[in-house]
């Protein structure tokens, strides 16, 4: 579903991920998993990008899934 790329779109594995692989779904799309790093989020890590430490996605599915 989803690779890790470089500037250029160019696929890039940063932690050895076959493919580049960044995220996964199933074949009818209804689950979507993903190599997120939020223990990586921290001040000033990307400077150039805004970022806000959330777990959005996985309290989104914690609400569908209750």
């Known amino acids: 579903a989803t690779q890790y790329v470089d500037e250029r779109g160019k696929p890039l594995a940063p ?3 076959l493919w580049a692989i960044e995220g996964i779904s199933s074949q009818d799309g209804k689950v979507f998993g993903r190599m997120a790093h939020s223990e990586r989020i921290v001040s000033r890590l990307y400077t150039n990008t805004p970022s806000v430490p959330d777990a959005g ?3 989104g ?3 569908y899934f209750s």
Do not use: E, K
Request: net charge positive.
């Open 15 to 17: 932690n050895g991920s």
């Open 57 to 59: 996605l996985f309290w």
């Open 61 to 63: 599915a914690v609400r």
